[in-house]
């Protein structure tokens, strides 16, 4: 994926979004500006949609509620000279731990992860691997979140928002 500008780039992290388009927009909105967008599987229509609406590159991977998605279940993405892996986290069991993501990490060489499947915000850092999931923005009842991320020279730093 060729999605990356010379010399930093601010991106919305969303993920489950389970037809919920509308907040997904707002999440936008809220997060502006913006240089990508990346939605982290199970709402791959969503993504679609979102690609058509906004003047914005969107990068995403399905998930496990994304039957007839064309998109990768995972890829890894190369920008600011940073690798970082985009996957749903279905397929390392990330609802029983995030040894499984780890460990993969550590296989391919990326300097962060993100991914979504548990609906529960996550940021962590593990031996200089970063952690994040950025919660759901499905009306569940669940709390709703979602994430933006810098990637600047120097580092990656995440901040996780609230939306009602």
Not at 56 to 68: E, K, T
Not at 71 to 100: F, M, N
Request: charged fraction near 20%.
């Amino acid at each position: 994926m060729d999605i990356c500008y010379s010399s930093a780039m601010r991106v919305l992290v969303i993920s489950d979004t389970h037809g919920d388009v509308n907040r997904a927009l707002t999440a936008h909105s809220f997060s502006e500006p913006v240089d990508a967008i990346i939605h982290l599987g199970d709402g791959c229509a969503d993504a679609d949609l979102l690609c058509e609406a906004l003047d914005v590159p969107v990068i995403n991977v399905a998930g496990n509620c994304d039957m007839d998605a064309h998109a990768p279940r995972e890829l890894v993405w190369e920008c600011e000279g940073k690798r970082i892996l985009l996957t749903h986290g279905d397929a390392y069991q990330v609802k029983s731990g995030l040894v499984r993501l780890r460990q993969r990490a550590e296989e391919i060489g990326v300097n962060a992860v993100l991914f979504g499947h548990t609906h529960q915000a996550v940021l962590e850092k593990h031996s200089g691997l970063l952690l994040v999931n950025p919660g759901t923005l499905a009306n569940y009842g669940h709390h709703r979140s979602y994430a933006v991320m810098n990637l600047l020279p120097e580092g990656i730093t995440v901040q996780h928002f609230d939306i009602a």
